[in-house]
């Protein structure tokens, strides 16, 4: 895979606590520079990273219910609609894992439709948190996804205990078939790994570090 390529994978991604403004525009620059896919940011960095990119061609991509997924469907809602008021073009919205454990399924489906609902249109991508998972988890997950509208499965926050690995994108590209997107994030840190993660079926890569990997 040549630079170009690599790069319009690539969600170039800062969602540290500690992120300070000089480091998101930093990120954005680099974004325009190799022309990534998007730049991912905590919903208090959105409105600035989107005043940065503006006709960059760089989406900005938010995260929702992050990272434990733990909050009511209201606030995820909530979340959803000022993020895309601030101007964000994707949400990662983290799936009820302990709903998805406790075999709430309807519960799961109505988490991930209301940020659904509340994105209006715009892309929106479901964080199983694999590394908590079991297999045949990961698979109902990915169902659950599909029913709800999502348009991605996504391995992880990257705040667990685990991040992404080819099983785990395997196992989700065979679930969803070639109707959604999966999104591998968590640990990707080299070229190796990013294109062992595409021949398993990743069609998105979250990754902080995306400029070594465009650089070769």
Sequence with gaps: ??????????????????????????????????????????????????????GSG??????????????????KAAETAQAIKDGADEIDTVINIGALKANARDEVVDHIRAVVEAADGRLVKVILECCLLEKDEIVIACQLSKEAGAHYVKTSTGFSSGGATVEDVG?????????????????????????????????????????????G
Excluded at 181 to 209: C, F
């Design 1 to 54: 895979m040549n630079g170009t390529a690599i790069a319009s994978l690539i969600d170039h991604t800062l969602l540290k606590p500690e992120a300070t403004r000089e480091q998101i525009k930093t990120l954005c620059e680099e974004a325009k520079e190799h022309q990534f896919f998007s730049v991912c940011v905590n919903p208090y960095h959105v409105a600035y990273a989107k005043s940065l990119l503006e």
């Design 58 to 75: 760089v989406k900005v991509c938010s995260v929702v219910g992050f990272p434990l997924g733990a909050n009511t469907k209201e606030s």
């Design 171 to 215: 196992l989700m590209r065979k679930t969803v078939g070639e109707k959604l997107g999966v999104k591998a994030s968590g640990g990707i840190r080299d070229l190796e790994t990013l294109q062992k993660m595409v021949e398993a079926g990743a069609t998105r890569i979250g990754t902080s570090n995306g400029v070594a990997m465009v650089k």
